[in-house]
């Protein structure tokens, strides 16, 4: 149940924790940025102390790359505001009564930054000169980001109308939000780039900082604060002294407004923003060495062919089959169920703190020899609480009341939200040190994008999956009309039509948690062991041979 990402998938639109290993959650690196050793020992050599007018050099920090640092903030909260909004549509939906597999249908949106290393390749190799490396990409991909939702907020009330029989238009919704999120991913990408060579040596640790505090922010406002402004029921209840029957804001004044803020924000980067060597005060930035798109993807099928990394990617594209039921449609029943999706979204709030602590604590137990050993232990009471959830489902609806539900069946879905984070934070934080403890330093960008590229679509396709089964999973009956059934959607306008009324005699979710959680223990049994005993490789077996895996081999 990913409230914190208003019950969308966490590892499609990968909102970057901070793991004090460094900024290993990063799913698109491909490009080696190393220093430019021999002109900063020629630095060096003529003095650090002085500039080339002889007077002593400044030494600002952060502060004399405050505006960099702000720009990188900015760009990265831009590239957070599209990905909260599709992740907001599944909730609207739901309150819109669609079949599960119209949401499995919609969730491919959330596939795109899963997959953008196969295009991560040509945002680094193909560009303009004069106009600058990551201006080429970025510019663009903000005006169509910009452009789209101008395009959306014309139409996206027509395609979530569900009058005269028919259901909103998942079809192009998908489609729309799906080019929404592809652009996201690849804004993601050039900024990745460009913040690398933007701030000094010295600062460009803080870019994984933007990059976590900025897409989250992003998030927020385009999911949390957008669901509870277009609640009617939110701001009657607490922004408004006058009741009325819409929020404050719309899906499509909230479009606009974004769109507007996208063209005009575009506009000023490209015009006043130049991509320079060298920063203020003279400080060298973070040199890019370029590498071929066919040399990149030469490199990606090599580390692939090594087989303990193929051994390992398999494991990493099943492991959360266990897990999916409970991540991907858990949420969606409890607005099924009559949760306010808006309050869902608002517990999302509190879980910040723990989110952000959850790493630091964490990395202690897997900074050792044998990270993997704790992402075992966790895997199994991570699926006792997807056994929580479905109770969690079962019981909701009898607490239902006239003005709601209870405070304290809130401080139980907080409660249990907070059990859920610790498990899948402990998962997630031991998955990424052994990436960085067995990437091959020589190509360490590209082996750990590979890596974290297998973990997303290992989170991607179950979840997906799970809710396309919901629906087949389902048995209903018709009640009140003799010979009819409510076995599709004509067969339930027949038996309503009749007279009758169509009752769930078995959920599918419930099917699909057991099912689940069966799948989940027979992996960790014979397979988690098995994830468990490649730590016991000797590191020659994660290394590319001389000339394996060279680039210009």
């Not at 909701?396 to 899948?424: E, M, N, R, W």
């Not at 599709?488 to 309503?496: D, F, I, K, N």
């Not at 049994?525 to 098995?530: A, M």
Request: hydrophobic share 45%.
């Amino acid at each position: 149940m990913e409230l914190s990402d208003s019950v969308t998938h966490k590892n499609g639109r990968q909102r970057k924790p901070a793991v004090p290993q460094g900024d290993m959650s990063d799913g698109n690196r491909v490009r080696n940025t190393t220093p430019d050793l021999e002109e900063e020992g020629e630095a060096l050599l003529q003095g650090s102390d002085t500039e080339n007018n002889g007077h002593p050099s400044v030494q600002p920090g952060i502060r004399g790359e405050l505006g960099n640092v702000s720009l990188l903030l900015f760009l990265y909260v831009l590239q957070g505001i599209p990905l909260g909004l599709a992740g907001s549509i599944p909730l609207i939906l739901q309150s819109k009564n669609v079949s599960y597999k119209d949401q499995a249908f919609f969730s491919f949106v959330f596939w795109p930054f899963s997959l953008k290393l196969l295009w991560a390749p040509l945002v680094d190799a193909l560009y303009l000169t004069r106009f600058g490396r990551r201006k080429s990409w970025l510019v663009p991909t903000q005006y169509l980001l910009g452009l789209f939702m101008l395009y959306l907020s014309v139409i996206v009330d027509t395609l979530l109308k569900s009058d005269e029989g028919q259901g909103p238009d998942v079809i192009t919704l998908t489609a729309v939000f799906f080019m929404l999120a592809f652009l996201a991913a690849t804004q993601d990408i050039a900024v990745d780039g460009w913040a690398l060579t933007m701030l000094s040596r010295e600062n460009v640790g803080y870019a994984s900082t933007c990059n976590s505090v900025g897409q989250t922010a992003g998030y927020f406002l385009g999911n949390v604060l957008f669901l509870a402004l277009e609640s009617a029921d939110f701001c009657n209840k607490y922004l408004r002294a006058e009741p009325k029957e819409t929020g404050i804001v719309t899906l499509s004044d909230f479009l606009f407004f974004w769109g507007v803020v996208f063209l005009v924000s575009t506009t000023l980067v490209a015009i006043m923003k130049k991509e320079n060597a060298r920063g203020q005060h003279g400080k060298k930035k973070v040199r890019e060495e370029t590498q071929s798109v066919v040399e990149t993807y030469k490199l990606l099928v090599s580390i692939i062919k090594m087989p303990a990394v193929f051994t390992f990617c398999s494991l990493l594209l099943t492991a959360k089959m266990g897990f999916s039921a409970a991540d991907a449609v858990t949420g969606l029943k409890l607005v099924e169920a009559g949760v306010p999706k808006e309050q869902l979204a608002l517990l999302a709030v509190p879980m910040v703190p723990l989110q952000v602590l959850l790493p630091l604590i964490i990395s202690k137990y897997t900074a050792g020899p044998r990270p993997l050993d704790v992402f075992y232990r966790a895997f199994p009471f991570r699926l006792l609480i997807g056994l929580g959830y479905a109770v969690l489902v079962w019981w909701t609806p009898s607490l239902k009341q006239d003005g709601g539900f209870p405070l304290y069946y809130y401080a139980i879905v907080l409660f249990s939200y907070a059990l859920h984070q610790v498990a899948l934070y402990s998962m997630y934080v031991a998955c990424m040190a052994f990436h960085a403890k067995v990437s091959d330093p020589v190509i360490g960008g590209t082996y750990m994008t590979l890596l974290n590229t297998v973990t997303n679509l290992g989170g991607n396709w179950p979840s997906t999956l799970a809710l396309w089964m919901v629906d087949p999973l389902t048995s209903k009956e018709c009640q009140g009309a003799a010979g009819q059934n409510c076995g599709s959607p004509e067969e339930t306008g027949l038996c309503v039509k009749e007279g009758g009324v169509c009752v769930t005699s078995l959920d599918g979710y419930y099917v699909e948690s057991v099912v689940c959680v069966l799948i989940g223990l027979t992996w960790w049994v014979w397979l988690g062991k098995r994830m468990r005993r490649l730590q016991d490789q000797s590191p020659a077996a994660w290394r590319c041979r001389i000339g394996q895996c060279s680039p210009s081999s």
